[in-house]
Nanobody
Framework: QVQLVESGGGLVQAGGSLRFSCVVS????????MGWFRQAPGKEREFVAA????????RYLDSVKGRFTISRDNAKNTVYLQMNSLKPEDTAVYYC?????????????????WGQGTQVTVSS
């Protein structure tokens, strides 16, 4: 059974940085497309960033381009999300997701495995 364990959330002031890690256990991250999503109170879960199994392809939500970076280390079965220049509107619960796929996946509905979610709060 594949499980995703996230870490790295917290409280930060606007302009600050946080780094998420998502460890894939019960399997290998190789062969999995990985993504990060977020859900703010009262809103639907939205796509934030995705990375292909090899790491060669990435895609971002327009509002986080240039501020967030997704990366992966398949030797460590880990995917990262570096978040810089954080804004109050980035406040949400962030989720890591995985799908067995050789291509980039950005749709919430396509992902099979989900992490437990980690709160990020950005104060102004």
């Amino acid at each position: 059974q594949v499980q995703l364990v996230e870490s790295g959330g917290g409280l930060v002031q606007a302009g600050g940085s946080l780094r998420f890690s998502c460890v894939v256990s019960g399997g290998t991250s190789s062969g999995y497309a990985m993504g990060w999503f977020r859900q703010a109170p009262g809103k639907e879960r939205e796509f934030v960033a995705a990375i292909s199994w090899s790491g060669a392809l990435t895609r971002y939500l327009d509002s986080v381009k240039g501020r967030f970076t997704i990366s992966r280390d398949n030797a460590k079965n880990t995917v990262y999300l570096q978040m810089n220049s954080l804004k109050p509107e980035d406040t949400a619960v962030y989720y890591c997701a995985a799908k067995p796929s050789w291509v980039l996946v950005t749709s919430t509905e396509e992902y099979v495995y989900w992490g437990q979610g980690t709160q990020v709060t950005v104060s102004s």
